[in-house]
């Protein structure tokens, strides 16, 4: 059954869009900082499906007179291929709307922690989840977003055997919020002389950063250590102990941060590693019973399901949710998923869509 559009809504909404933009030019919100930002905002949510349902409004009536033209014997060719063209625009920009009245994740505008970490393969699993950070950070820096290590412990080889860093721009969740999950690797590791090929496993987890009014933390409720940092063969880099660990009394969950020279600098870093982690645990039990009745097309979401393969002798990368395969495991590597990204938040869509329409 094909979803209609809700014309009343969009009348509704467009409506809502004149009286925001009429609010912003009203010197007693304008005077108002605050207020201002909020409205200004709204005004910027609804304007895209508002553009696009006057679009759709504009080519539905160009349609209607050009069908009405179709008959005449001058103008009748004409007013029928402007007419097949304007059906082509209508169809279109029906399905943009339906997309753009899909629920939104209020999540999406955040920035975003990636933790990786290795799971299955020793270190080579270790040198997996170094790759998989350096995909993530190239990836960001291509769009010119701002990169930065929370977190790292290096392993002996030149892996890590955990690291997390923040990837902060408008709408990085949207677009990487697919990623979590096991990513494997298929390939010869460096140190093996036989020239065997090894399967080896990392995780991802993609966490929404939470702002401080969306987690308040209580002091009562955490034990926070200072230690001395270290390398990865564990000499101590720092006479002075900087390195921060909080433990979360009440979950369980512990975070550490010892990768900035000044305390403070780490014990605020790890203070938002714990925020992230605490909203996640949050979500999750807010949204159990929906996702247990519903599963994604694109997976759970779930840390532990196996999303993402890379073969070194084929050449390829697949994801295993979509079924996509693309070849040019370098291009990749070095932050080309643009093509997965695109591919992964189309068929969200289209499984969000197909369950509205159900």
């Not at 349609?63 to 033209?69: G, I, P, R, V």
């Not at 920009?93 to 999406?108: C, G, M, Q, W, Y």
């Not at 055997?161 to 990513?183: M, N, P």
């Not at 009014?213 to 101590?236: F, K, L, R, T």
Request: hydrophobic share 35%; glycine share 6%.
């Amino acid at each position: 059954m094909a979803l209609e559009l809700p014309r009343k809504k969009l009348d509704e909404l467009a409506s809502r869009y004149e009286e925001l933009g009429q609010q912003l030019m009203d010197p007693v919100v304008s005077g108002d900082p605050r207020r201002y930002r909020q409205v200004n905002q709204a005004w910027n949510d609804l304007k895209p499906v508002t553009d696009a349902y006057r679009n759709l409004l504009e080519a539905e009536k160009q349609a209607a007179d050009a069908e009405s033209l179709l008959g005449d014997a001058e103008l009748g060719d004409l007013a029928a291929m402007e007419l097949s063209e304007l059906r082509e625009s209508v169809g279109a920009l029906t399905e943009k709307i339906k997309l753009l009245l899909l629920p939104s994740d209020p999540n999406d505008a955040k920035d975003v922690l990636l933790e990786i970490r290795p799971a299955a393969g020793g270190e080579e699993a270790a040198l997996f989840a170094g790759d998989l950070m350096r995909m993530y950070s190239r990836y960001a820096e291509r769009r010119g977003w701002k990169v930065e290590l929370m977190s790292a412990q290096e392993s002996g080889i030149g892996g890590f055997s955990d690291v997390v860093i923040s990837i902060q721009a408008q709408g990085a969740y949207s677009q990487l919020k697919f990623e979590s999950g096991v990513h494997r690797v298929q390939r010869v590791p460096a140190t093996e002389s036989s020239g065997r090929i090894h399967t080896s496993t990392a995780t991802v987890a993609v966490l929404p950063e939470a702002e401080e009014v969306e987690i308040e933390i209580n002091p009562g409720e955490i034990q926070m250590d200072v230690y001395h940092s270290s390398s990865a063969g564990g000499q101590n880099v720092q006479k002075v102990a900087t390195a921060i660990r909080i433990l979360h009394k009440p979950t369980g969950i512990v975070v550490t941060c010892q990768d900035e020279r000044s305390q403070l600098q780490n014990k605020e870093k790890a203070t938002r590693m714990l925020r992230a982690r605490l909203f996640e645990r949050e979500t999750e039990l807010r949204q159990g019973e929906r996702t247990a009745t519903r599963r994604s097309q694109v997976g759970s979401g779930d840390r532990s399901e196996k999303i993402r393969t890379y073969n070194y002798p084929d050449g390829r990368v697949t994801d295993h949710r979509i079924g996509l395969t693309v070849h040019n495991i370098p291009s990749i590597l070095d932050g080309d998923i643009q093509r997965f990204v695109d591919a992964l938040v189309t068929a969200d869509q289209a499984e969000r869509l197909r369950a509205e329409a159900a």
